[in-house]
């Protein structure tokens, strides 16, 4: 199975950012927009984990978020990964963020699984276009999103199925949770 550990804005929050691309959405329907029920702030992509491998993850993962307090999080501006990827900027507590996403990709480590080894840069991807795609215009129409600030109080491990959601759609769904509790 396909994994990765994530943090899910609120209901509120998915809303707020998705009438702010609606408009880009009818704009630019060459984009493949992630649905707005999906959205996510991943923190470690593990990719395809065999299920054997699952119960270490999931044990340490879950002291992973025993030892994590809950973050003050928020959605703003955008911008992009090259041609390929459209994203809003996750603010707040980033730096407690970074750490703890630091500590998802340990814990993936010491049960032995493959982590990307790269830079952590909070976001959450909104679209993602074919090379070539110029996305300026759709960071410029987001720069003066500004989200609510919200509560992120739960860690998810995550399953994703290429192709099976709706449009061909990777469809997510969640296979753990863990409520972060440190102090």
């Not at 501006?77 to 990709?105: C, I, K, M, P």
């Not at 982590?115 to 759709?138: F, I, K």
């Amino acid at each position: 199975m396909r994994l990765f550990v994530a943090l899910t804005p609120p209901p509120d929050v998915v809303s707020e950012l998705s009438i702010a691309t609606e408009a880009l959405r009818a704009e630019q329907p060459g984009l493949r927009w992630a649905l707005p029920d999906q959205w996510h702030l991943t923190l470690a992509f593990l990719g395809e984990v065999g299920e054997g491998a699952t119960s270490d993850l999931v044990e340490r993962l879950g002291r992973v978020a025993g030892r994590s307090p809950p973050l003050l999080l928020s959605l703003g501006g955008a911008g992009r990964f090259g041609d390929r990827v459209l994203w809003t900027r996750v603010r707040g507590e980033t730096d407690r963020l970074r750490r703890l996403a630091a500590s998802a990709q340990a814990a993936a480590r010491r049960a032995r699984l493959r982590v990307e080894d790269r830079p952590y840069r909070p976001h959450l991807t909104v679209a993602r276009a074919r090379g070539g795609a110029d996305l300026q215009p759709a960071v410029a129409a987001l720069a003066g999103f500004e989200g609510t600030p919200w509560t992120a109080d739960e860690l998810h491990l995550v399953c994703s199925y290429l192709g099976a959601g709706p449009g061909g759609t990777a469809r997510h769904e969640t296979w753990a949770s863990w409520p972060l509790r440190g102090h």
